[in-house]
């Protein structure tokens, strides 16, 4: 009877030890969007010129390199994510960013991507990330004014 209730006591612990272990392992990187250097998390903004995403520095090897850039994937045709600077904050870098549309479909049509965004440098992928891509909000709905009851 102790042997199987040890086992059964064991058994979940040793299942959540290793799944917990692995997720401390794994090589997740957070990013913290904002936009003119603040760090409210939120998506990216096309046309915002001014906007940052903060990785953690050991993410990159623990320096920043000289020829850093980023690729995007995942983003709707003339959507593009431009590395304008990086710098190194405490244990983060900060890469400022812009996003553009040029041919301007993203105010016709919207857009709500999750682009996908590679860290480059030295011609090897230092490490891989997810990051909402949007358009600002624009309420361009008609509105109906009635003129017996607009005095």
Do not use: C, E, W
Not at 28 to 50: A, E, F, K, Q, R
Not at 105 to 134: M, Y
């Amino acid at each position: 009877m102790n042997k199987k209730l040890m086992t059964a006591l064991t058994a979940p612990a040793l299942i959540a030890a290793l799944t917990l272990g692995s997720l401390a392992s794994a090589s997740t990187v957070t990013y913290d969007v904002g936009v003119d250097g603040s760090s409210v998390s939120s998506p990216l903004i096309v046309g915002n010129s001014t906007q940052t995403i903060r990785l953690p520095l050991s993410s990159l090897g623990g320096t920043l390199p000289g020829d850093l850039s980023i690729s995007a994937s995942n983003l709707p045709d003339g959507v593009t994510l431009s590395l304008n600077s990086a710098a190194v904050d405490g244990d983060s870098v900060v890469l400022s960013v812009s996003t553009q549309d040029s041919n301007d479909a993203s105010f016709s049509a919207g857009v709500d991507a999750l682009a996908n965004v590679s860290v480059i440098a030295g011609g090897k992928t230092l490490t891989l990330f997810q990051v909402p891509v949007q358009t600002a909000v624009i309420d361009t709905t008609p509105r109906f004014q009635n003129a017996f009851f607009d005095n």
